[in-house]
Structure formats: structure tokens, C-alpha cells
Nanobody, 121 residues
Framework: QVQLVESGGGLVQAGGSLRLSCAASGDTICISAMGWYRQAPGKERELVAA???????NYVDSVKGRFTISRDNARNTLYLQMNSLKPEDTAEYYC???????????????WGQGTQVTVSS
């Protein structure tokens, strides 16, 4: 089993920045790919960004150029640097992990509890 614990959410004004962190523990040898999902009230959950063990990344179009996903493999920690935040970025953000990027896209095995990001206009 793998446990994921997010931190770093909060309230920020439009144009501001936040950095989310996700600490992985447990049987971390089982996971290679990690990512961030978000879900806003009344909307479907969407994959925001994902990263492989080797550092290859991909992003949903709406955050390209504003968000950066990274990871520290030695510390088993995932990050999401969010700049130029917009009110439409308001959502619960979830850290996820699994063996492959495909699994991250289609249904990751491991989820964190979520952290709320609220962007005021």
C-alpha cells in the first residue's frame, strides 16, 4: 500500500501563486508515475498534470505555461507549482500515483485525501 498526503492548499487572489506538495510513504517501490487531479463543485474530475519517474511531464491545456509539476524521488515527494492563478483554478486538488502514466490517466490506484485551492477574483 501507498499513502499520499497533500499540503499547501489555501486561499489566494487571482494572479497569485501556490505550491502544493504530496508526500508518499509505504510501498513506494510500486509507483513510478504520479500526478495531480482536481475537481471543482459541479464539474468532472480532471487530470491537471502528470510526471514519470524519469521526469517526463504532461499538462492539461488550461494550465500549460502556468503550472509546473516536479518530483523529488529521493524524498518521495511530488510538487505542483501554480502561478498566475485564476478563479477557474478553484478546486479540490488530489495527488495520485500508480505504475504508469496510462494508469494515472485512466484510474490511478492511489489517491491522497485532497487539498482545497480557492482563487478569489
Amino acid at each position: 500500500q501507498v499513502q499520499l498526503v497533500e499540503s499547501g492548499g489555501g486561499l489566494v487572489q487571482a494572479g497569485g501563486s501556490l505550491r502544493l506538495s504530496c508526500a508518499a510513504s509505504g510501498d513506494t517501490i510500486c509507483i513510478s508515475a504520479m500526478g495531480w487531479y482536481r475537481q471543482a463543485p459541479g464539474k468532472e474530475r480532471e487530470l491537471v498534470a502528470a510526471i514519470t519517474n524519469g521526469g517526463s511531464t504532461n499538462y492539461v491545456d488550461s494550465v500549460k505555461g502556468r503550472f509546473t509539476i516536479s518530483r523529488d524521488n529521493a524524498r518521495n515527494t511530488l510538487y505542483l507549482q501554480m502561478n498566475s492563478l485564476k478563479p477557474e483554478d478553484t478546486a479540490e486538488y488530489y495527488c495520485v500515483a500508480d505504475k504508469t502514466i496510462a494508469a494515472i490517466r485512466w484510474g490511478p490506484d492511489y489517491w491522497g485525501q485532497g487539498t482545497q485551492v480557492t482563487v478569489s477574483s
